[in-house]
């Protein structure tokens, strides 16, 4: 009988070739074999996302960021999971823990700043798209938003570069 790395193997490798139906069944049971190994509750996640999509998979990414807390990425995909189904509040929480553990997580602060300016939070959107700024070039949207809450800080010679 295989054990649940080396399910977890199989369901990667399954995942990859694009055989989802069969990757689901792999992670499922590697995951019943070893209800402590994160990597396959990971691999049950990701099979749930690409064939149910967010609702179905939540459940599935809330183990995983409960076997692994400090796994940003878990979190991020979380929070977008909780995002795609209107829950912005808990949404939120899921991209702050993946900011916390890694500052460098582009989504997830992408993500934040999309929520921050619907909630018009503005020191909040200010802080995280300050940070993106420093990953990666910002859309035209986000370099706009910038220039506008430094303007509205009367931050003006600030305002003027954005």
């Given at each position: ?106 989504r997830a602060l ?23 700024e420093n990953l ?27």
């Amino acid at each position: 009988m295989p054990t649940s790395d080396e399910l977890t193997s199989k369901a990667k490798e399954l995942r990859r070739l694009g055989r989802l139906e069969e990757a689901m069944i792999s992670a499922r049971h590697a995951a019943a074999l070893d209800s402590k190994n994160a990597d396959a509750a990971w691999q049950l996640a990701l099979c749930q996302l690409d064939l149910f999509g967010a609702a179905k998979a939540i459940e599935a990414l809330e183990r995983v960021t409960e076997l692994a807390p400090r796994f940003a990425y878990g979190w991020t995909q979380l929070g977008i999971a909780f995002s795609k189904t209107g829950d912005s509040d808990r949404a939120e929480e899921c991209f702050e823990q993946a900011v916390e553990l890694d500052a460098d997580d582009e989504r997830a602060l992408k993500e934040l700043a999309q929520i921050y300016e619907q909630g018009q939070r503005a020191d909040d959107e200010l802080r995280v798209l300050l940070a993106l700024e420093n990953l990666t070039d910002l859309t035209i949207h986000q370099t706009n938003r910038l220039g506008i809450l430094h303007h509205n800080k009367r931050e003006l010679y600030t305002a003027i570069r954005y």
